[in-house]
């Protein structure tokens, strides 16, 4: 998987295979960048540390135990004073759409646009850590292609 950055500061990434997600190690360090989007979906994993998230006009205090949901048309970036370890995943929406109209029940999460819309779910350990589980199971797959 490659990060690419447009003049209009749209990161695209570039997939081994089409349809192919990708799992890497979040920026642990703050550094001057704009806000950015992405040509796919975004998900944020908070294992450790403290760092703060901006999304369009919302501001999270991040820490442990924190999901991020970001969509393909959301400005963000995240920041730290260098304690912050996240494992963040990427995909297209077409991976999980394909075609098939009961699927978007798995896409709304990213798209819902109202006054009490939040980017962050707040997980239990259980759920913090059924969720790690599967973000190393498919960052596993993802090694073994």
């Known amino acids: 998987m490659i990060s690419k950055w447009g003049s209009d500061m749209a990161e695209k ?20 960048r704009p806000l950015h989007f992405h040509d796919c979906l975004e998900m944020n994993l908070i294992m450790e540390g403290h760092g703060t998230n901006f999304v369009e006009d919302r ?7 924190e999901l991020y949901l970001l969509n393909n048309f959301e400005h963000h970036i995240s920041m730290s004073d260098g304690t912050l370890k996240m494992k963040v995943l ?18 709304v999460a990213f798209y819902r646009n109202n006054t009490k819309f939040k ?7 259980d759920a913090y850590q059924y969720v790690l589980n599967c973000f190393l199971f498919i ?6 292609k």
Do not use: A, H
């Not at 501001?59 to 135990?65: F, I, L, N």
């Not at 960052?139 to 073994?144: A, I, L, T, Y």
């Open 59 to 65: 501001v999270y205090e991040m820490s442990k135990g």
């Open 139 to 144: 960052e596993n797959e993802v090694k073994e």
């Open 90 to 107: 990427v995909f297209y929406p077409e991976f999980v759409w394909q075609n098939v109209p009961e699927n978007y029940d798995y896409l």
């Open 119 to 125: 980017n962050r779910i707040m997980l239990t350990e």
């Open 13 to 32: 990434f570039v997939f081994q295979e089409e349809g192919s997600i990708g799992v890497f190690e979040g920026l642990s360090v703050c550094y001057q």
